[in-house]
């Protein structure tokens, strides 16, 4: 009986003491209450990489809020629940450079920060709210986030239509008419999706990345096998859009897909060396430095030697010897 009384009290304990994912207070607001969160549709969020959620309500004086936080494994999760979550009527929101993407609709505000997806309901925070909410999140992760959403035209795109899938689950739910194995995830593979308003109806464009162009072109022939797709590659993406209304229409805006190399750097880039030129004109300089001060060291030996001479100091230098050896 004793090992299970202190078995409950660690595990009591630990939960005691588990770090909370939202603060106990920020700017005037004070936590009032924190709970965790079940979450729906358990196999897409897996997919997103979901790891916690917790919800706590805030008040400061007449002001209320409710802050729900979800915490993914990387941005790009965070980036994939972001446009799921967010509702098709939402509007962009710029609160703070710490948020990577933010919109609201009604009394609710939607906020992507590195590898957590934040809910704001009641009252929006301040960007001095959200900036001590920042410093708070625990194992806070702010990697780059994917740069296939950039891919994406801007022309005749339907607000709010953009998701992004990892995998089978969310691809299914987004673009049931594309096979797994023909996007075959197991090669790392990752797509961005977008609805596109067209004089003739509407077209849902999918753009899947792979890690090389080769693997992107071999993906291109499953593609086109697809009933009713028009698809096209560019560089390690390509770019497909089923069933259009019109044929012209989705050429158009396959047309507008353009792959453009970008790389991101980590870390700060060392100072190049200096080329060859530069070294060249190092040792020019270097010689004209040595070759004046030899003169100046020339000058000031034969001034000091006649100096000695006309106040008559001899030196030992200054004494010859003559043998005269010819005469013998």
């Keep these: 009986m004793l090992w299970r009384s202190s078995l409950i009290f660690t595990i009591f304990l630990t939960l ?10 920020f700017g005037n607001y004070t936590r009032q209450g924190v709970k965790p969160i079940a979450v729906s549709d358990r196999a897409m969020w897996n997919e997103f990489g979901f790891d916690t959620a917790e919800q706590a309500a805030y008040k400061s004086g007449a002001n209320q809020l409710t802050m729900t936080a979800y915490r993914l494994k990387d941005p790009t999760g965070a980036l994939a629940a ?5 509702p098709a009527d939402s509007t962009p929101l710029k609160l703070t450079d710490h948020t990577d993407h933010a919109a609201s609709a009604g009394n609710t505000s939607f906020l992507q920060m590195g590898n957590y997806l934040l809910t704001f309901q009641g009252n929006r925070p301040t960007p001095a709210d959200l900036g001590q909410i920042f410093a708070y999140l625990p194992k806070y992760d702010q990697s780059s986030l994917p740069a296939l959403r950039n891919y994406v035209p801007a022309q005749n ?9 990892l995998g089978p689950v969310s691809l299914q739910k987004f673009e049931p008419k594309i096979p797994p194995s023909v996007a075959a995830f197991h090669l790392d593979a990752e797509a961005q999706l977008a609805r596109f308003k067209t004089k003739n109806g509407e077209s849902q464009l999918a753009i899947f990345s ?3 162009p080769q693997i992107a072109r071999e993906r291109l022939d499953a593609f086109q096998k697809i009933p009713g797709a028009i698809a096209k590659r560019t560089g390690p993406l390509v770019a497909v859009i089923l069933s259009p209304a019109d044929a012209n229409d989705a050429e158009r805006v396959l047309a507008e897909v353009k792959y453009e190399p970008t790389v991101t750097l980590h870390q700060n880039t060392p100072k190049p060396q200096g080329n060859a030129g530069e070294m060249l004109y190092a040792i020019c300089i270097l010689a004209i430095i040595l070759i004046v001060l030899s003169v100046l060291a020339g000058f000031f030996l034969g001034g000091f030697r006649v100096a000695l001479a006309r106040f008559g100091i001899g030196t030992a230098h200054a004494a010859f010897t003559s043998l005269d050896l010819g005469k013998k």
Excluded at 16 to 25: C, I, Q
Excluded at 82 to 86: C, N, P, S, Y
Excluded at 158 to 165: A, D, G, K, Q, W
Aim: hydrophobic share 35%; glycine share 0%; aromatic share 14%.
């Design 16 to 25: 005691a003491n588990a770090e909370s994912l939202l603060p106990e207070r």
């Design 82 to 86: 972001f446009e799921w979550l967010r």
């Design 157 to 165: 795109l339907i607000p709010n239509s953009e998701r992004y899938v």
């Design 210 to 212: 792979y890690p090389t």
